[in-house]
């Protein structure tokens, strides 16, 4: 009766399988799909910046592959229009001619939200996206 115990406990703990999910890979689903920009952050210097909306604003697709896909360029200068993203990192990053784009972002309240990782702005500055497509 002992060894029909155990092998039934055996067969009931091999049977499940529980999934743990990092943060990383809950992130890289939540953002996977179509997002638009919706507004910007404008500051004059002082640090007294607000939101601004933006009509029809670029769209960013996010994939399942670690590919982010833009309507408009990631670079200065030319046409370079995909990048890859790190869930993990929360980073963006694209390979320009002359310099590598990277930015980071935050998913927060349903919004996406991006800033350059190393600031290149004066002041505050940003982006943020509502997702339109999954």
């Known amino acids: 009766m002992k060894n029909l115990f155990l092998i039934f406990l055996f067969a009931t703990i091999t049977s499940c399988s529980?999934?743990?999910n990092s943060p990383a890979d809950l992130d890289n689903k939540e953002i996977v799909g179509k997002w638009q920009l919706t507004e910007a952050l404008a500051d004059p210097g002082d640090g007294s910046g607000t939101w601004q909306t933006v009509e029809n604003g670029r769209t960013?697709?996010?994939d399942e592959n670690g590919m982010v896909y833009s309507s408009t360029s990631f670079c200065y200068g030319e046409q370079i229009n995909e990048a890859t993203f790190d869930a993990s990192e929360k980073m963006i990053s694209s390979n320009c001619a002359d310099r590598n784009v990277e930015l980071s972002y935050e998913l927060?309240?349903?919004?996406?939200?991006?800033?350059?990782?190393n600031p290149?702005?004066?002041?505050a500055c940003g982006t943020k996206y509502s997702k339109v497509e999954s």
């Open 18 to 20: 529980t999934t743990f």
């Open 60 to 62: 960013l697709e996010f």
């Open 108 to 117: 927060k309240e349903g919004k996406l939200f991006i800033t350059p990782h």
């Open 120 to 123: 290149r702005c004066a002041e």
